[in-house]
């Protein structure tokens, strides 16, 4: 298939083109090819020539990225020069940008000022960060990454050695960097610095001996995988989800006791009035006292069960809800008096309560099945089952033992969970905040899930395979730090991370070299691609990137 000129002449003399679309067929009966137009474009003087672009850019999309630049390049009037190489360059530039403006660079370059490293320190971090976000690797195969399948931008060539260097430097000055930056952060993006959301998760190991280690240990696993050393990993984020701050803490240690560093951590960064929001496993009367140091607040959520005195007060007492979103409702309580007077906040979803309704009918109806099959079993099998059932997760709780051994359901329990449909039970210190924010600021708890979703899928924060604890400390800040590009790139542009790496990994950078010459030029930025980079502030790539000439 080619593109072919057809002339005609007038009878004034005059000569016009006509661009065809054309392609040879062979002639069944004159045994020879000849050519079959299949698209006329019309007069060459009078061609759409906007129209033939929107082809082009159409058809382009059918072809590789490195087959588009070799196509581009001659277009461009670049023949004799030979395409080498074509890699992904949208998503470095993307995120280079980011780091720029959140002035990770300006840290860094601060903390090194007074060192005197040879090594590329500066770009190993950005190398290791952008990594996390574009293509999650371990730290052996980074160096090939930079070196064949990305293009960073860098001067130097970034070694393994590099790296190690690198996560050792920044292990070194973290808390410095974690605060500059994300005060850089706030103060850029006019972050409301008023509600600290925190919670915990853990991150497993996959290797065969943990050795010696403070943080590494075996335990129950939030991901049922206990048959890995884990530690467990903090982290604080704003109620727009940009994150505050990381720590990295030891896999047996429960969530309670964490609170105690977490808040002396933060107080010295002298952020204001801040109301913390935790989950229920932070509730312990010794963390409520700790989360009011130095003027601050709290809003947690209970437990709903345990027979825990106040709590109890708090879900019989009565009144009415107030309905303030479609599914949520709230009813505000006050339990005890004088100085141990609690306030409380009970949240109630209609949809969510008529699920929980639906899920302990299916769980009760599994039940009285267990009960009759068990009745058909011999004594001793009939023992064990009743022991396998009675310690089951979810039906052992709806589940009372008879004087004769047999199980029963209790009817007790199942009216007390039918009272808990829907709600939850937050407790807060804070009395200037009105209830209908304190329910919403709790809900805002998902930014913190949201978070850790995007640091395990997105940045794969595990599994981890290193097995010192400073490597694992410094692994976790650099997952940190693309939290911070990431999360910052989904809140300015209303996207998320996925969409906008898929967009923007289409910008390659092709490589061209000539006996005289080597240049590098990247594709052509579409408008979507635009978009993003005009909501973040970020200057597109120009078309050429480089133009070496030989002296």
């Given at each position: 298939?080619?593109?072919?000129?057809?002339?005609?002449?007038?009878?004034?003399?005059?000569?016009?083109?006509?661009?065809?679309?054309?392609?040879?067929?062979?002639?069944?009966?004159?045994?020879?090819?000849?050519?079959?137009?299949?698209?006329?474009?019309?007069?060459?003087?009078?061609?759409?020539?906007?129209?033939?672009?929107?082809?082009?850019?159409?058809?382009?999309?059918?072809?590789?990225?490195?087959?588009?630049?070799?196509?581009?390049?001659?277009?461009?009037?670049?023949?004799?020069?030979?395409?080498?190489?074509?890699?992904?360059?949208?998503?470095?530039?993307?995120?280079?940008?980011?780091?720029?403006?959140?002035?990770?660079?300006?840290?860094?370059?601060?903390?090194?000022?007074?060192?005197?490293?040879?090594?590329?320190?500066?770009?190993?971090?950005?190398?290791?960060v952008a990594n996390r976000a574009l293509a999650p690797a371990s730290k052996l195969a980074v160096e090939k990454w930079v070196s064949d399948q990305v293009y960073l931008g860098n001067d130097k060539k970034i070694q393994v050695q590099h790296l190690y260097r690198s996560m050792d430097f920044l292990l070194e000055h973290q808390e410095n960097i974690q605060e500059r930056v994300f005060w850089s952060t706030a103060t850029l993006l006019n972050l409301t610095v008023d509600l600290i959301f925190f919670d915990t998760t853990n991150?497993?190991?996959?290797?065969?001996?943990?050795?010696?280690?403070?943080?590494?240990?075996?335990?129950?696993?939030?991901?049922?995988?206990?048959?890995?050393?884990?530690?467990?990993?903090?982290?604080?984020?704003?109620?727009?989800?940009?994150?505050?701050?990381?720590?990295?803490?030891?896999?047996?240690?429960?969530?309670?006791?964490?609170?105690?560093?977490?808040?002396?951590?933060?107080?010295?960064?002298?952020?204001?009035?801040?109301?913390?929001?935790?989950?229920?496993?932070?509730?312990?009367?010794?963390?409520?006292?700790?989360?009011?140091?130095?003027?601050?607040?709290?809003?947690?959520?209970?437990?709903?069960?345990?027979?825990?005195?106040?709590?109890?007060?708090?879900?019989?007492?009565?009144?009415?809800?107030?309905?303030?979103?479609?599914?949520?409702?709230?009813?505000?309580?006050?339990?005890?008096?004088?100085?141990?007077?609690?306030?409380?906040?009970?949240?109630?979803?209609?949809?969510q309560a008529t699920h929980d309704k639906k899920t302990r009918e299916r769980l009760l109806e599994r039940i009285a099945s267990e009960l009759t099959s068990i009745k058909t079993l011999p004594e001793k099998k009939r023992i064990k089952a009743n022991v396998l059932l009675k310690t089951h997760r979810s039906m052992g709780r709806y589940l009372k033992e008879q004087k004769n051994g047999n199980l029963k359901v209790d009817k007790a329990v199942v009216k007390r969970e039918e009272k808990l449909d829907g709600k939850y039970l937050?407790?807060?210190?804070?009395?200037?905040?009105?209830?209908?924010?304190?329910?919403?600021?709790?809900?805002?708890?998902?930014?913190?899930?949201?978070?850790?979703?995007?640091?395990?899928?997105?940045?794969?924060?595990?599994?981890?395979?290193?097995?010192?604890?400073?490597?694992?400390?410094?692994?976790?800040?650099?997952?940190?730090?693309?939290?911070?590009?990431?999360?910052?790139?989904?809140?300015?542009?209303?996207?998320?991370?996925?969409?906008?790496?898929?967009?923007?990994?289409?910008?390659?950078?092709?490589?061209?070299?000539?006996?005289?010459?080597?240049?590098?030029?990247?594709?052509?930025?579409?408008?979507?691609?635009?978009?993003?980079?005009?909501?973040?502030?970020?200057?597109?790539?120009?078309?050429?990137?480089?133009?070496?000439?030989?002296?």
């Open positions: 298939m080619y593109v072919r000129t057809n002339t005609r002449k007038n009878k004034d003399g005059s000569v016009v083109e006509y661009i065809q679309l054309a392609h040879n067929r062979r002639h069944p009966n004159k045994k020879y090819s000849v050519a079959q137009v299949i698209y006329t474009f019309g007069r060459k003087d009078q061609l759409d020539v906007s129209a033939i672009k929107r082809l082009i850019k159409s058809l382009s999309r059918l072809i590789s990225s490195e087959d588009a630049m070799e196509l581009k390049a001659n277009i461009s009037g670049l023949d004799g020069f030979e395409f080498i190489s074509s890699r992904p360059a949208g998503g470095a530039h993307l995120l280079k940008g980011l780091w720029e403006r959140l002035k990770i660079n300006d840290c860094i370059k601060g903390a090194l000022k007074n060192r005197a490293f040879s090594a590329p320190i500066g770009d190993a971090l950005f190398a290791l991150t497993y190991f996959e290797i065969d001996d943990p050795g010696p280690s403070e943080l590494k240990a075996w335990t129950r696993s939030k991901q049922k995988r206990d048959d890995l050393p884990h530690v467990t990993v903090g982290l604080a984020v704003t109620r727009e989800g940009i994150p505050v701050k990381c720590w990295v803490l030891p896999g047996n240690q429960h969530d309670a006791k964490c609170v105690d560093q977490v808040q002396q951590d933060l107080n010295s960064w002298k952020l204001g009035k801040v109301v913390w929001v935790m989950d229920r496993g932070m509730t312990s009367d010794e963390n409520k006292r700790i989360l009011q140091r130095a003027g601050g607040q709290y809003i947690l959520g209970e437990k709903l069960r345990g027979r825990i005195k106040n709590n109890e007060k708090a879900l019989n007492t009565g009144g009415r809800y107030k309905k303030i979103r479609k599914n949520l409702h709230i009813k505000e309580v006050h339990v005890g008096k004088g100085t141990g007077k609690g306030r409380y906040v009970i949240a109630y979803n209609p949809e937050l407790s807060t210190s804070d009395e200037s905040m009105s209830a209908e924010d304190i329910a919403l600021g709790y809900k805002q708890l998902y930014e913190v899930e949201h978070a850790f979703r995007t640091l395990k899928s997105s940045l794969s924060l595990r599994p981890v395979y290193h097995s010192k604890d400073d490597r694992i400390r410094s692994h976790v800040m650099l997952c940190w730090l693309a939290l911070m590009l990431v999360r910052t790139a989904e809140y300015e542009t209303k996207l998320t991370w996925q969409n906008i790496r898929a967009e923007i990994e289409q910008i390659h950078i092709g490589e061209f070299v000539h006996k005289d010459a080597r240049i590098l030029q990247y594709t052509e930025v579409t408008q979507k691609q635009r978009n993003i980079f005009k909501k973040l502030r970020i200057k597109p790539p120009c078309t050429f990137k480089k133009i070496e000439l030989s002296s």
